[in-house]
């Protein structure tokens, strides 16, 4: 179910490290359920550095805002410009077309350390 | 029915005034004249009193019916607190009086209601001094954090950080924000529902300016160890900020400034029975422990030594201003009424009531809904949709829906954000058994339809002018401006 391709967080975020070194992050499928139709998303400014564990974009639903953090650090590459008129991407496609943003300058290494699907999926399992 | 601009009838009036005599733009540079006619709706004086009679039958308030909004304490306010606000000797008094010279003897009355308001609030929660000046919860919070700003600039503290429950009201981290810090999560412990102190310890340090916590916290639990977060707190010279929001459910038991608090907010609106939301303005009064007395907001009421009061500006570490003249006078009026109307003894009923009501509630409600924290709560709780969600697909919003055809106002949904499918029920003392009973028996029906004919509580409700208005379109695409 889960893409394998990529790695997760507790925090439910996901990166991607993409052939060119850079790494996408989005939510995963779990927490644009939970957070209910998405509404307004906040992206950062491209070239802003963020640490790994600080915010680095903010997503609203009609029920919360949510803070969403980097699981890498990393300088910020690109951001999803389409989520601006569209935010609802992240509700139909979190894993595809509702990418956040890119991070370029990242260590790859420290995205190893993080949760892969199958681990992932069982702390899904234990919040329930 | 449709909104006003829609009955305008060109030419059409209430009231005829005579023909002016006075040239029209006499002695108006033509800068200030307005081009054009101002766009207001033309109606008859009797088609305007139906307009809003309709409006006000559509209503529904606590005058109408239940309403249980978790941790807003939407308590009866008792009448005659209006008729002591529209006393003429308050309600014609200008605000201005007591800055005029020799002129704050003439307000010498208004002013001994602040000042006994304030004295009273004190007593009550055990702080050494208060402003009333505040004009809502969120004001309070943010001219208490300033207060903790100036306190650790004073000091020559150099601190970035404040400290917040994850179950907190969301104005308090913006509040915090707002005074310029940052804010940090503190996790609440699962098995308990209170603040968990490990976590605490391991997040505090020397960069914390502050500990913002509510108590009983926005679940409804009273987190027994305040005193030893105020420790710990103090040992970094942190402050502890209590949000007062939930002080309806401990007066006469439990004093925040006997625990350690350095200062606090209290929602006049709620916990002292003055209008709330639409029906009126609100009020926070600050109090402070003795070291942040000094930097409470100015103007300040004083009772000179002739027994006379006066508001004194001369407070040279004061935060400043924060309110026009002295914060909504006529709702410190209502609550200074209110508390002179149940005295000492009342005011601890009034908790004990409202503790006793929830916990009524919450007994008869936790076998039909699931209740995530199974413990005595205090004047509010927390139900979770959870089982109904998973069982039949019937959510929170669903049930709040369905309350609505059945004659409640809806508990508090998604909040706090800590329990999926969240319903958080605060029945307050004014109720009656009764009333209860009805409430419990709706809440009973709906989990029974829940199962067998979710269908039905998808369409609720069905009784209002409105059903599910589109939240998701309204927030992506608002527009508030009706088309002139």
Redesign the interface.
Known sequence: MLPTDRKYTKSHEWIKIEADGTATIGITDYAQG?LG?I??VELPEVGERKPAGEVCAEV?S???ASDIYAPVSGLVAAVNEDLDGS??LVNQSPFEQGWLLRLSEVDASAADQLLDAAAYEATLREAE | MSIIFAKSVAGRRGVRPPNSDVPAAAGLPPDYLRQTEPALCELSELDTVRHFTELSRRNFGLDSGFYPLGSCTMKYNPKILEKVAALPGFANLHPLLPQLRQGGMLAQGALRVLHDLEQWLAELTGMAGYTLQPLAGAHGELTGMMIVAAYHRDRGNRKAEVLIPDEAHGTNPSSAAIAGYTTLPVATDPKTGMLDLQELKAKIGPNTAAVMLTNPNTLGIFNTHIREVAEIAHRHDAQVYYDGANFNAVMGRFRPGDAGVDVMHLNLHKTFATPHGSGGPGAGPVGVAAHLVDFLPISRVVKRQDNTFILDYDYPKSIGYIAPFYGNFAVCLKACAYIMLLGADGLREVSEQAVLNANYLMQRLKDSYDLPFDRTCMHEFVLSAKRQEKQHGIRALDIAKGLIDRGFHPPTVYFPLIVPEALMIEPTETESKETLDRFVAAMRELAETAAADPESLRQAPKSTPVGRPDEVRAAREMDVCHPA
Do not use: G, I
């Open positions: 939970e139709d509404t307004f609203e009609v029920k919360a935010p609802e």
